[in-house]
T-cell receptor
Framework: AQSVTQLGSHVSVSEGALVLLRCNYS??????LFWYVQYPNQGLQLLLK??????LVKGINGFEAEFKKSETSFHLTKPSAHMSDAAEYFC?????????????FGKGTSLLVTP | KAGVTQTPRYLIKTRGQQVTLSCSPI?????VSWYQQTPGQGLQFLFE???????NKGNFPGRFSGRQFSNSRSEMNVSTLELGDSALYLC???????????FGPGTRLTVL
């Protein structure tokens, strides 16, 4: 079964610093990978998705992620953290080309941004 | 366009009771998926409905069931509640199976 592992349940960065959230996948077929963000008391919002069209994927709010097959990774980055980026981030995998049904999520990484 | 709405937002039940949660998808969306979110297990897929038919099901016991109505609204039911059913239940809708999912704010269920 396809799965993802998020390294680090909590990440703390200073405002203006680089954000790096790690995600490694396990899949026997080309995966479709996604990053979602969850703000307190809210549902999940899609940040970006990889569907094999391009290895570097740009998403909303200045986030991007790079698919590296050799490392089985799909890490999320943002050059400069903003206070409003503090939230829970989830990496997910699916065998569908869109963020369709039966998404398998990682455990999540809580991002803290300090002034 | 209104987003996905879930009712109620908060619910407290006791062990052995049953509960029904409701999800209204974005207008025009025909697919509804349900997920359970807990601190220990994270986000887990429950099931997905499209045009009133269950298309996919996760690894949950039969106490968890759902249905979808002709207007695409969906309900999920949990019978004989257990303490471990305490969770945030998220509903997501999409235009059709396999399209981008839009999530609702969730229903927080507490089982005492």
């Amino acid at each position: 079964a396809q799965s993802v592992t998020q390294l680090g349940s909590h990440v703390s960065v200073s405002e203006g610093a680089l954000v790096l959230l790690r995600c490694n996948y396990s899949s026997s077929v080309p995966p479709y990978l996604f990053w979602y963000v969850q703000y307190p008391n809210q549902g999940l919002q899609l940040l970006l998705k990889y569907t094999s069209a391009a290895t570097l994927v740009k998403g909303i709010n200045g986030f991007e992620a790079e698919f590296k097959k050799s490392e089985t990774s799909f890490h999320l980055t943002k050059p400069s953290a903003h206070m409003s980026d503090a939230a829970e981030y989830f990496c997910a995998v699916s065998d569908q080309p869109y963020s369709g049904y039966a998404l398998n999520f990682g455990k999540g990484t809580s991002l803290l941004v300090t002034p | 366009k209104a987003g996905v709405t879930q009712t109620p937002r908060y619910l407290i039940k006791t062990r052995g009771q049953q509960v029904t949660l409701s999800c209204s998808p974005i207008s025009g969306h025909r697919s509804v998926s349900w997920y359970q979110q807990t601190p220990g297990q994270g986000l887990q897929f429950l099931f997905e409905y499209f045009s009133e038919t269950q298309r996919n099901k996760g690894n949950f016991p039969g106490r968890f069931s759902g249905r979808q109505f002709s207007n695409s609204r969906s309900e999920m039911n949990v019978s004989t509640l257990e303490l471990g059913d305490s969770a945030l239940y998220l509903c997501a809708s999409s235009l059709a199976s396999g399209n981008e999912q839009f999530f609702g704010p969730g229903t927080r269920l507490t089982v005492l």
